[in-house]
Each structure stands twice: as C-alpha cells, then as structure tokens.
C-alpha cells in the first residue's frame, strides 16, 4: 500500500469523523448537557431554568448555575421548554444552547472592541488610530465555526420543532454541519444495543421508545407526564400531609443561621428577610424549593421492592404497608434544622408511577390515570409495534434517565414487566454509573458523532443553503 502523501489532503471517502471536534447538545427540561463527540461524559452541564432581570430599555437573560441561585430583585425565573421536553422559547432557547456550548466548549462570540475594554478611552471617543469596524464580524467569527453540531431531539419532536434547531446552527452558532438524532435511539446506543425498549425518565415526564435495527418505531413512542417533577410534586403534598405535623418548605436561601434540634422537634433558627423592592419573584422561590424536594427525593424517597404492590397484600397474606414499617426509616434535615426519620411513607411518591391509587391528592393535584402509569404506556408501546419484534424489546428494556436513579425502580420495573408479560423472556438493564445512566442520550450522541463512518451523514452548510430547513425531515430519519 503506498504511503500518503503528507502535502495532498484527504479525499472525502477517506476522511474520518473522529477526525473533527464535533459538538453534541442534548437539550432537556431540567438540564442542558453539551460537549465534544468522542468523550465520555459532557463537560457543559446547565440548568435550562434562567433568570431575566428588567434593565433600562429590555430585559436580560441571565444563566449557569452560578447565577440563577442568586436572589436577585424582582429575578424571575423561566424555562424555554414545555411541560413535554419540546421547545417553547426558541429565543431564551437559542441563548440557552449558545451559553452551554460557548462557557466551557468553544469561545464566545467577539464583542465590539468600542465597549469590550481592549481599547482605551478618552472620554466617549476612540483614540484616533485604533480600529473600530464591526462590518461583517458576524461572518468573520462565530462560537461553532468549526465544530459540526449533533444534537437530540424527543420522538414526537414536530416539524418545526426539527427546522428551527439547524436554523440556529448554521445561522447564529455558525455550524458547518448539522444532524438530528432522537434520544431512544441514543440512549439505546449508549447501552452497546442497535434494538432495545428504552424506558426514559425525564424530569417532565417518562417516554418509553421501540428501537429496531438503530430506527425508531414511531407509532410505538409514548409518553407520560408521571417523571420527576410528578414525584417532587407527590414528596411536597407527602410533607404537607405529613402525621406528627404540616412540613413547610423553606429554602437555603432563607435561612442566616439555624440551631441542632432532636428528631420531630421545632426548627429553631434566623430568617433572611427582603424589603418590597429587592423581594425576588415567587418563581425565584419556586425553583429553590424544587432543589430542596430534589436533595429529599434523592436521600429519602425510595421505590417499593417487595412482592406485590405497595397498598396490597403480600404473599404471606400481611399488607405490604405493615411490613413497610418494619424497615428502618430514612432521616432527613431541612434548611431550617427541622429534621425528621421518614418511614413507611417514603415509598409513597413514587408508588404512583406504577400504582395510580397510591398517589397522594389535593384539589390542584388529582388521581393520574391508569393509562398514565409506566406498565400501561410499556404495554401501549410494545401493543403499538409489530408482533414478531415484542420479544426482541422485551429482551432488551433499556432504563435510562435521572428520575431513574431512585432506589429500587429498577427491580420494581423488571418485576412489573415480568407480571405483564408471564412467560416471556424479559430482561430490563441499566447502566449502574450514574452519568451513563443519567446522560444517556448525550453519550449515545457522542459515540454516534464520533464514528469514521459518521461523516458521510452531516447535512453541510452548502446543503442547507440549497434545500433550506426542510432538509432535516429528509434527512434525519
């Protein structure tokens, strides 16, 4: 085989994927994960919650972790995406992608060098001879200029829910690639399976995805809003009901100094307190008591294991609740000090995700549906496909998603599919390292863009130029 010649570049049908610094965004509810194809984790991950503070003429977007947490006045809080993980804001989105891509990955865009504090001043003028022409420097340098761009979508992603993200990209990020790629098929990809059943619990919701063969089975895609804000949402109405006495929640923020007090005792400590004019927005408060039930669900919650449901009987003919009592309980210490050693009740928010009469209810918050619940839509989804493929899916359940990480849901998942389908082969997996488990659709993304083969699949700048946005939904199947 004769060596390459070092002087001629490569042909095209010779170029490698791994060859490029290709970017992969995969944009959730909760968080916005972004970097390079090829790694084994993102290095960007950002909440998709921001803040806006009112200025002189408009409002400014402000967001990272280290800022949203500020109790800024009049800060307000917002989310660009819809209760069902599609994009509702696809400005505040934009600003979103552009932030997580471009505060760890890639520079920033450059800023006019009247104001960016490279040049001096005297006074409001430029000192003669320094150059201050902005012409064309949207065309001279942006964030993604080099750096083709994957990213993940829902499987029930709409039309224009596909053509506006590669508008962004090639127009505003610069990108000179682009591809879309569903999250099931990813997260399947990430567990080393072309076909799988992949069951994802999202902060908005659950979805349950058919992978054959690397292609979604779109008529197989369901989807409930029952994921983890549903359980946060069950932890507060299970701490407003709680026995010995109502729990309010009270954020960090709140609290300048707390004293230790014993189990079921009175908080004793000092609260922060605002004047009417630097009083953040309620929505502020909204999403510090979202952490909160966050650090409750990830230390107390747990998922029900034992045979039967929580509120049936078990073999032995005792109610599951009795012997959910005879296990030791779980401590928890609220901001306040205030803390208290959960028992039995601890399995109630999450026992509605496979039992609907389990879950707690007030007037804002009614009994879910049976056809909500996470065995119905598996039943849906594998009902919705082929016959001859069902034992090929029930073979390879694949979980993935943060809200998954709960204690126990996996054995609970596996014995309530074994239940449904008595006499088939099931086998539910799922990654026990945490970021595998709870950035898969990322890492399936970063393993699919990071392929030699890969190349060959990039919808190019010039592509996109001729077709226009339309080219996605031909393309990206």
Same mark, same amino acid.
């Given at each position: 085989?004769?060596? /390459? ?6 042909? /095209? ?97 450059? /800023?006019?060098?009247? $104001?960016?504090?490279?040049? %001096? ?123 010995? %006495? ?52 990830? $230390? ?63 007037? $804002? ?6 056809? /909500? ?7 849906? %989804? ?20 943060? $809200? ?74």
């Amino acid at each position: 085989m004769a060596a /390459q010649n070092p002087n001629v570049a490569p042909n /095209q049908t010779e170029y490698g994927g791994d060859e490029i610094s290709a970017l992969v965004l995969d944009p959730g509810y909760s968080s916005t994960r972004a970097g390079f194809a090829g790694e084994d984790a993102p290095k960007s991950v950002v909440p998709t919650f921001y803040g806006t503070v009112p200025g002189d003429s408009k409002k400014t977007n402000i967001f990272g972790d280290n800022s949203i947490h500020n109790p800024f006045p009049n800060f307000t809080i917002k989310n660009p995406m819809a209760s069902d993980g599609t994009v509702e804001d696809w400005d505040a989105a934009a600003n979103l992608w552009e932030y997580s891509i471009t505060s760890r990955l890639t520079n920033p865009r450059p /800023q006019n060098p009247m $104001s960016n504090g490279l040049n %001096s001043h005297k006074g409001d003028e430029v000192l003669a001879g320094e150059d201050a022409d902005m012409t064309g420097v949207e065309d001279q340098e942006r964030p993604c200029e080099e750096n083709p761009l994957l990213m993940t979508e829902t499987g029930w992603n709409t039309g224009k829910g596909r053509e506006k993200p590669i508008e962004i990209a090639m127009e505003t990020l610069g990108c000179p690639a682009f591809w879309m790629a569903r999250s099931g098929v990813l997260g399947a990809f990430a567990n080393g399976k072309p076909s799988a059943l992949v069951v994802d619990v999202g902060a908005s919701g659950t979805s349950v995805t058919p992978v054959h063969d690397g292609l979604l089975l779109k008529k197989g895609v369901m989807r409930s809003p029952l994921g983890g804000n549903y359980i946060s949402t069950q932890s507060r109405l299970l701490l407003s009901q709680n026995q010995s %006495s109502p729990i309010t929640l009270i954020p960090h923020y709140l609290i300048t100094s707390k004293t230790p007090v014993d189990a079921g005792s009175p908080a004793q400590a000092a609260y922060r307190t605002f004047t009417p004019d630097t009083t953040p927005d309620p929505s502020f408060r909204a999403l510090q008591e979202e952490r909160l039930l966050g650090e409750f669900k990830e $230390s107390v919650v747990q998922v029900w294991t034992q045979p039967g449901r929580l509120l049936a009987h078990g073999p032995s003919g005792i109610p599951n609740e009795e012997l959910a009592k005879q296990q030791p309980g779980r401590p928890f210490e609220f901001p306040d000090g205030y803390n208290q050693v959960f028992g039995s009740e601890r399995f109630r928010p999450a026992e509605a995700l496979f039992d609907p009469k389990a879950a707690l209810t007030d007037a $804002s918050n009614p009994t879910p549906e049976a056809k /909500q619940t996470l065995p119905a839509i598996i039943q849906a %989804s594998l009902n919705a496909v082929d016959v001859d493929i069902r034992p090929l899916l029930l073979a390879n359940i694949v979980v993935v998603g943060g $809200s998954s990480l709960m204690y126990g849901f996996v054995e609970r998942l596996d014995a309530e599919v074994k239940a449904m389908f008595a006499g088939a082969r099931v086998r539910v997996s799922a990654a026990g390292n945490l970021y595998e488990r709870k950035f898969a659709g990322w890492i399936g993304g970063s393993i699919t863009a990071s392929l030699g083969t890969f190349h060959q699949m990039w919808i190019s700048k010039k592509e996109y130029e001729e077709h226009g946005a339309g080219i996605v939904e031909k393309r990206c199947k």
